[in-house]
């Protein structure tokens, strides 16, 4: 007998269908006959919404009245997917929900595709951001996520004749917003520039212009749990929209220029995930952002009262840092407390200090946000007047402690010398309870290096949170047929609430009964990906060759480029005519990956492979051996395609590079086996599933220190691999830019001559695992088997995992109510 604990609605197919149709005559005037699947999606998540919105008020109260903690999560990404088949899971109507599309006429799956998914985020981070939402809720925890409602998402990828990528605007709200509450009577007023003045001893922030921030409430439903949590986006607006006295003047443009003026701070995400330069309209959305939702908060939960003691404000919420971009947050609280409450400086950093936790999302240098002073200033002058002062109290403090001058200058808050500037990770840790770092290796590695001095000086402050994905979109929804084959191996559809369960499939990888079904699986969601691809990018894989998978942000420490020299290898021996025993394994190499739209050398390797790709594919030879594709636009919904149908998934950054990773945590849950560098996640990966059941490769942190530190030269490796020679010489010589040499020329110079990230040192071993990849691949039932053992032993992944260890580490401790 199967346990079945999966939540469902009382609503009837019919009702479902009946609902659907009152809403598009309410809406639009039509009938189902006449209506879009647009107008079927949008009215399909109308009535789910309503249905949902006694329980989301009741959430909300227990939230602001109840006696337990809350969690703001403060973050400036949500990468979120489409809401309506997760809300329908949740709301436990997709059986009804798929019933009722079909009576009125529609392919359940063209409706869900009707979505357009809100894209408010960049990659990992962002995505990050959703899945500790969904399981908030699902852990029946009290939280409310706070972002910006960007009229822009990320942008659209698409790809010229010769490869390029280009971007297009993603205008994700133009059919309209199906999930998101309106909340006129929430919104605040967030104030910018100015001077600060002396009044009878205090300081007074006389700001030059404001905006208001105007929220939209976006339901967060937790699986079985009946918790409705908020994501609260802000969106900037004027605060007196349209100036009559300039329109009667005829001065049109002048009549709406402080409402352009006000818009463009949420207009638009942006598109950097690492190393973006100080611009004044970023530091404008973060500011906005984080004063909007810090004053929400305290509205919250000190309702009408005229002397709320802001003394206990930790004990209602604490605010969590998703990395650096909500980290002006600190002195905005030290703002509100001196300015707003005249608290005195100690109560009021005490509390703030109590108030945050930082989440600290990288190792690379360029990628720890700094402010130039002077820009800091003219937008916010008083939050730089008390950044100071907690630079100087962090400073003086640290002469006590008798830590050096020279170690002292390493560590302020603010630079010394001609352009000072603010390092926000450094405010960020002096400010808050707790720091954590989001893996093993990447924790250890931030405490050991990137912020060792404030690891010496605050030992106990740091801690590691090993991040995790949501099981019920990457597994539950992304993949129903494994999800029904875990569900009958366990008895029991207990595991999408909770992850560990799947260790009850271990001895199931040696029934050979639920070995075949396993493939069984793996090969039908192989086919369905090849139906998906042809129709909506125009190719079609051959689900009978391995498929072997790179999707994440174009990133050269992510070393797409290891990638496609190793293609580029392999094309070269087929032409050859050489070495036939390793391509004995048929396999089609999928590229997903979206490059800033500023990094060029990003934008170059997307271009090689594109060009590689086109060359492959039209090369007869290649045929029953190798094709490689790149589908544009990498997003949450292409992830839910491709991973259930990955044989095997690359994660190939360079050793101490890549924070974590999530990615591989989605494929090794969906039964796809790694091939990966002793980095991030991967390392407790390889830990959890078994050496035996993971293609490790590579150099790892220890050795790379090591190399750099002799001083590396990756000239030698061109020299020494005749492989590597031969795909470098290739890309040289023109073959993938219709003969032209100057095409890649920068990426060659940068292979040979720089090579920042070890591609030439890691290029040999790298072949080597893919060889024995190969022969893995040739005994079908055992790649299943270790597949298999990959699902069964990923449990901790689920993010629900790392939620709960953020509420022991660093949510909990500082509870008091
Ligand atoms: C999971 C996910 C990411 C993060 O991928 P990594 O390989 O861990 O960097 C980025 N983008 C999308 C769309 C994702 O689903």
Known sequence: MTELTEPRASISAAEFAEGVRKRLVQRWGVDEAAASPVQIYQAASQLVRDRMAPSWKCSNRRMAEGTTRTVGYLSAEYLLGRQLPNALLDAGMTDQFNEAMRELGFDPDDVIEAEHEPGLGNGGLGRLAACFMDSLASLDLPAIGYGIRYRYGIFEQV????????????????????????????????????????????????????????????PIPGYASGRINTLRLWQSEALDGFDLQRFNQSDYGGAVQAQVRANTISAILYPEDSNTDGKRLRLEQQYFFVAASLADAIATFYHGQAHPDLSALPDHICFQLNDTHPVIGIAELMRILLDDFGYEWAQAWEITQRTFNYTCHTLLPEALEEWPRSLFAELLPRHMEIIER?????????????????????????????????????????????????????????QEVTLRDFHTVYPGKFTN??????????????????????????????WVADLSKLSGLEPLADDDGFVARFMHVKDDNKRDFALYAQRRYGFSPDPSTMFDVMVKRLHEYKRQSLKILAVIAD????????????????????????????????????????????????????????????????????????????????????AGKEASGTSNMKFALNGALTVGTLDGANVEIREKVGAENFFAFGLNVDQVHALDAEGYAPMAYYDKDARLRAAIDMVASGAFSHGDRDTYRKLVQDWLKHDQFMVMADFGAYMDAQRRIDQAYRQPDQWARKAILNIARCGSFSSDRAVEDYLTRIWMPGTRR
């Not at 050859?576 to 800033?596: C, E, L, Y």
Request: charge should be negative; hydrophobic fraction near 40%.
């Open 465 to 494: 949170v090993t991040n995790g994905v949501t099981p019920r979109r990457f597994m539950r929804l992304a993949n129903p047929r494994l999800s029904d084959l875990i569900t009958e191996g366990l008895g029991t559809d207990s």
């Open 571 to 654: 094309y070269s021996d087929i032409i050859a005519g050489g070495s036939d025993n390793h391509r004995a394994q048929p396999r089609t190499v999928i590229f997903g990956a979206k490059a800033a739209p500023g990094y060029a050398m990003a934008k170059l390797t997307i271009q090689l492979i594109n060009n590689v790709a086109r060359v492959i594919n039209a090369d007869p030879r290649t045929d029953g051996l190798l094709k490689v594709y790149f589908p544009a636009n990498y997003n949450i919904s292409m992830a839910e395609h491709l991973i259930p149908a990955t044989d095997l998934d690359e994660q190939i950054s360079q």
């Open 390 to 446: 907690i630079d100087a109290d962090f400073v003086r403090y640290l002469r006590d402690e008798q830590v050096d001058q020279e170690r002292i200058d390493a560590m302020r808050i603010i630079t010394r010398g001609e352009d000072p500037t603010i390092r926000m990770a450094y405010l960020a840790t002096v400010g808050s309870t707790k720091v954590n770092g989001v893996a093993q290796l990447h924790s250890r590695l931030l």
């Open 159 to 218: 790809f010229d004749a010769n490869g390029r990528q280009s971007e297009k605007p993603d205008d994700w709200l133009s059919a309209g917003d199906a999930w998101g509450y309106r909340q006129t009577e929430r919104a605040q007023r967030v104030a910018f520039g100015g001077q600060v003045t002396e009044q009878g001893g205090h300081r007074v922030w006389h700001p030059a212009w404001s905006v208001q921030a105007v929220p939209y409430d976006y």
